[in-house]
């Protein structure tokens, strides 16, 4: 069949200049934000087994790799952190002299420009591993947010300049606002993790940050996965209570609600490109099954064209260097 030349959209495929011309969709290292691991201790530097790349590093190894991140061009990174001692309702996550706030004062000293996002939950820093206060087996919500704030003000105190709770507790973004405006933290942005699934996915960061439960799972928390029109509410919800930017957590499995809250939403959207997606396609590559670099921009690049603005991604460094070539 001889098709009319008005019905040939090839030719804008021909050549590397024209598809780059008429590229819908741009990947830039600006949407990047790089996860870090901070632990007690100095001149640390040891790679987590299932997240081949990733390191838990020291405050002042933390610094360094901050440097490079500066260089490269990436804007942003989030702190995890794993703390020196742990209690029942996570005390060490408001210690203003456990790893992450050390590793944020640090870090905004010499890299004031470099944008600091603090992970705001409980679940590495308590004894049983779950993200709140307890009754028996049953997270607390309002106890919880109590905790939050706490975190929050502490480490807007050390220089993040956003604050990101990932907790999924009810209320929490409307809690952390007024303490962060009650401290004088006006201009402390929220990026709240607004639709965080109970997701197989997380197992490898359970292994980096030392978080996982000591019983059950936090299925009465984050959200069910078959659910999509009840993560459209709570991005709804936290919006209303004061989020600037939501997070819709994990990525790639996720990107249909993506694309539904693009729609919806006037607020940035970032994903989380979570650490099993990135461990897969880690142990894919090391095994030669995939060109990693083609595998990694081209996930990323769906991130963006499903309407996400921002790309939480252990990938960023790689993606950083591939982007400037």
């Excluded at 420009?113 to 206060?133: K, M």
Aim: negative net charge.
């Amino acid at each position: 069949m001889t098709y009319p030349n008005s019905l040939r959209p090839r030719r804008l495929r021909l050549t590397a200049p024209i598809r780059n011309m008429v590229r819908e969709t741009t990947l830039s290292v600006n949407d990047f934000i790089y996860p870090l691991f901070v632990v007690s201790g100095t001149n640390v530097k040891e790679e987590i087994p299932s997240m081949p790349g990733c390191y838990h590093l020291s405050v002042d190894n933390a610094v360094e790799l901050a440097r490079e991140i500066y260089a490269l061009g990436i804007p942003a990174i989030e702190i995890f952190g794993l703390p020196e001692y742990k209690t029942e309702d996570g005390a060490s996550a408001w210690d203003m002299t456990s790893p992450v706030q050390r590793a944020m004062t640090a870090i905004k000293k010499v890299l004031p420009d470099l944008v600091i996002v603090g992970d705001v939950c409980l679940c590495q820093y308590t004894t049983h591993g779950h993200c709140g206060h307890l009754q028996g087996h049953y997270v607390d919500n309002d106890a919880t947010v109590t905790l939050l704030t706490k975190i929050a003000v502490s480490q807007a105190a050390c220089g993040a300049d956003i604050i990101a709770p990932s907790d999924m507790m009810d209320g929490r973004v409307a809690a952390i606002r007024a303490a962060l405006d009650h401290e004088g933290f006006i201009n402390t942005s929220i990026l709240s993790y607004a639709a965080k699934f109970a997701s197989a996915f997380y197992g490898p960061f359970r292994d980096a940050a030392d978080s996982a439960p000591q019983f059950g799972d936090r299925r009465q928390y984050q959200m069910d996965p078959a659910n999509g029109r009840e993560a459209l509410k709570e991005i709804d919800l936290d919006i209303q209570e004061g989020a600037d930017m939501i997070i819709i957590k994990p990525a790639m499995t996720y990107l249909d609600l993506v694309a539904k809250a693009r729609q919806r939403i006037d607020v940035p959207i970032a994903v989380y490109n979570v650490s099993g997606e990135y461990a897969m396609v880690k142990a894919a590559a090391q095994n030669g099954w995939i060109d990693e670099k083609r595998i990694v921009l081209e996930s990323l690049t769906s991130m963006k064209r499903a309407g996400a603005d921002l790309i939480i991604t252990y990938h960023a460094l790689d993606a950083a260097r591939w982007l400037k070539q």
